[in-house]
Nanobody
Framework: HLQLVESGGGLVQPGGSLRLSCAASDLTLDYYSIGWFRQAPGKEREGVSCITTVDGATLYADSVKGRFTISADNAENTVYLQMDSLKPEDTGIYYC???????????????WGQGTQVTVSS
């Protein structure tokens, strides 16, 4: 059973950076796509970025292109989300999830972590 644990969230000022980590246990990531999602209060969960670890293909939401970078360390079974030039609208709980296919729709992901809070505020 695949388990995912997120870390790296926190409070940061606008324009700052954070790096989120998603560590997987029990199974290799090679068979999955790993996505990052976020949910702000009162809003639906939205896809931010995803990666297929077997070939490194990536996909980004338009709202984060050029600011966020997703990467994978297959040896460590960990996927990272480097977030730069953060904006207040990036605030939310960030989740990583494992699924099939390079897509940003949450419905294609079967395994979810517990989430980590990211707050962008001055």
């Amino acid at each position: 059973h695949l388990q995912l644990v997120e870390s790296g969230g926190g409070l940061v000022q606008p324009g700052g950076s954070l790096r989120l980590s998603c560590a997987a246990s029990d199974l290799t990531l090679d068979y999955y796509s790993i996505g990052w999602f976020r949910q702000a209060p009162g809003k639906e969960r939205e896809g931010v970025s995803c990666i297929t670890t077997v070939d490194g293909a990536t996909l980004y939401a338009d709202s984060v292109k050029g600011r966020f970078t997703i990467s994978a360390d297959n040896a460590e079974n960990t996927v990272y989300l480097q977030m730069d030039s953060l904006k207040p609208e990036d605030t939310g709980i960030y989740y990583c999830a494992a699924g099939m296919g390079l897509v940003l729709g949450p419905g294609r992901y079967n395994y979810w972590g517990q989430g980590t809070q990211v707050t962008v505020s001055s």
